[in-house]
């Protein structure tokens, strides 16, 4: 069974930033992928960074230039460094991951979601 835990999040000021984290765990053969979603209240669910296995980043139009997602191989492990927030970045973010737990098999997991909100 492959869990995602995410720490960090809070409140901060506009301009400010902040860090997520991400620690996949369990019965991980290879990650295919780990990644950032967000929810806003009344919104969809949206892709905010993207990282695979070869390092190939992807970021949405509206964090670039302000979001980096450096990963940790070794711990298994992806961040989200936000900086310049802004207060449409509030939402539940999310970690996710595309994980082969066995050689021969792979499944999406999810993390739990932490709280990120930016005041004005």
């Known amino acids: 069974q492959v869990q995602l835990v995410e720490s960090g999040g809070g409140l901060v000021q506009a301009g400010g930033s902040l860090r997520l984290s991400c620690e996949a765990s369990?019965?991980?053969?290879?990650?295919?992928?780990m990644a950032w979603y967000r929810q806003a209240p009344g919104k969809q669910r949206e892709l905010v960074a993207s990282?695979?296995?070869?390092?190939?980043?992807n970021y949405a139009d509206s964090v670039r230039g302000r979001f980096t997602i450096p990963r940790d191989n070794a711990k298994n492990m992806v961040s989200l460094q936000m900086s310049s927030l802004k207060p449409e970045d509030t939402a539940v973010y999310f970690c996710?991951?595309?994980?082969?737990?066995?050689?021969?098999?792979?499944?999406?997991?999810w993390g739990q979601g932490t709280q990120v909100t930016v005041s004005s």
């Open positions: 990282i695979n296995a070869g390092g190939a980043l």
């Open positions: 369990g019965s991980i053969f290879r990650i295919i992928n």
């Open positions: 996710n991951a595309r994980i082969y737990d066995t050689p021969y098999s792979w499944d999406e997991h």
